[in-house]
């Protein structure tokens, strides 16, 4: 194995899967392989600096495009599928080996029309749900409530479930009936690899029947390198787009009710009416990792309110390395890693009464965020990688696919 192609929608990154996909490209370029990265958007000049040759579209996200170019595009891409397919044709070697990140913004289940060839020697990281799931979160984002329905079932099929309304849901299952045509999933030889084993499970259970399922934890590191002693704070940190799929509502709603303070670091269609309804809350809006770092020092526990099953949840390993206690909705795939290492608390889904409950305990009682702080701080290394750790699990998935071990 000697060269490692990245395909992935993006190449600009805030982080998430982009800024996986970015550091899997560098880390690789680190250690001497030859990387090249496909991508539907532009070139980029710090990885062709670390000598990364980039192939871009010039294309923008579906969300950027007009409706028609979006269902046509985000349906199948030509371009997308002629880039990888072309890009295959002239350079594929029996060494090459192929990393594919997320397809849904601008690829398009056509990308795995193009990998058909080589899929014995690609390896998928499933970053959300798409790969099963038409709205990608398992999620009825109407009702707010995790979604238990078969996907493609008759009942997933009549289930009103898009963020949008039903035709955008009727596109939807029809892309799905696609991808699965294309990608065929049950018989695939391609490994996909989930951020952790609760996602596995969750992948599993909603009926994923690719035959090569692993998962590797995502790289996170601390905002600090000493512990944080949350103990002595008092405000209460959220960290995520504000959105109903994240929570915000409830975390803010819970924060009244508690009579706590908080600070939700963040963007998102939620933010004008949180403002405007919730002037004790601080909202600093988007942050950089040096200002979230400050944040963390002064802050007594991480709420992760989310009413969807967070596929990873970067920040949550990122602040548990700090120190911070973490107050997590259970559908969080962490969360079952959260009560068992005794690093902080679980609490249902659309509860903003209980997690108010929570936040009183935690607001109280010292000892307790003392004891969940020093759990976190030394116990986090078990629900995430270090980015040498990470790379290396990578690494020696690569080395199996060429020699036809996985």
């Not at 891409?77 to 990393?99: F, G, M, R």
């Not at 004891?371 to 030394?378: C, E, V």
């Amino acid at each position: 194995m000697n060269h490692i192609v990245i395909i992935h929608d993006s190449v600009e990154a805030r982080g998430g899967a982009t800024g996986l996909a970015r550091l899997s490209a560098l880390e690789y370029r680190k250690r001497g392989f030859r990387v090249s990265y496909l991508t539907g958007e532009s070139g980029d000049d710090e990885l062709a600096e670390a000598g990364i040759d980039v192939h871009g579209l010039g294309q923008s996200k579906l969300k950027k495009a007009g409706t028609f170019a979006a269902m046509t595009k985000g349906f199948h891409n030509a371009e997308a599928k002629c880039l990888v397919a072309d890009w295959i044709a002239q350079n594929d070697t029996p060494s090459t080996v192929y990393h594919l990140h997320n397809w849904a913004q601008i690829l398009s289940p056509g990308v795995f029309a193009a990998l058909k060839p080589v899929e014995a020697r690609t390896v998928v990281s499933c970053h959300d749900f798409f790969n099963v799931c038409p709205n990608g979160g398992l999620l009825n984002f109407q009702t707010g409530e995790i979604c238990k329905l078969k996907p493609m079932s008759a009942a997933c099929w009549v289930s009103q479930c898009d963020r949008r309304n039903s035709a955008h849901k009727y596109w939807r299952m029809a892309r799905q009936l696609r991808l699965n045509s294309l990608a065929g999933f049950a018989q695939s030889q391609m490994t996909f690899v989930c951020l952790n084993a609760g996602m596995e499970q969750v992948m599993r259970a909603a009926g994923f029947r690719a035959p090569n399922l692993v998962n590797i934890p995502n790289p996170a590191n601390g905002y600090t390198t000493d512990r944080v002693e949350a103990e002595q704070n008092e405000a209460f940190l959220f960290v995520g787009r504000l959105n109903a799929e994240k929570g915000a509502d409830i975390a803010a709603r819970a924060s009244r009710l508690a009579s706590v303070p908080m600070i939700m670091v963040g963007e998102g269609e939620m933010m004008d009416r949180l403002v405007a309804g919730y002037p004790e809350i601080e909202f600093p809006g988007f942050c950089t990792r040096e200002e979230i770092a400050q944040l963390v020092g002064r802050s007594r526990a991480l709420v992760v309110p989310g009413r969807w099953r967070e596929p990873f949840g970067l920040v949550i390993a990122e602040c548990a390395r700090s120190g911070l206690p973490i107050l997590s909705s259970e559908p969080s795939t962490l969360s079952a890693e959260i009560a068992h290492l005794d690093m902080g608390r679980t609490f249902p889904a659309n509860s903003p009464d209980i997690l108010a409950a929570v936040l009183r305990e935690a607001a109280a009682d010292d000892a307790l965020i003392s004891k969940l702080s020093r759990n976190a701080f030394s116990k986090a290394e078990n629900i995430c990688s270090t980015t040498a750790e990470w790379t290396e699990r990578f690494l020696g998935l690569f080395e199996q696919k060429t020699a036809g071990r996985a």
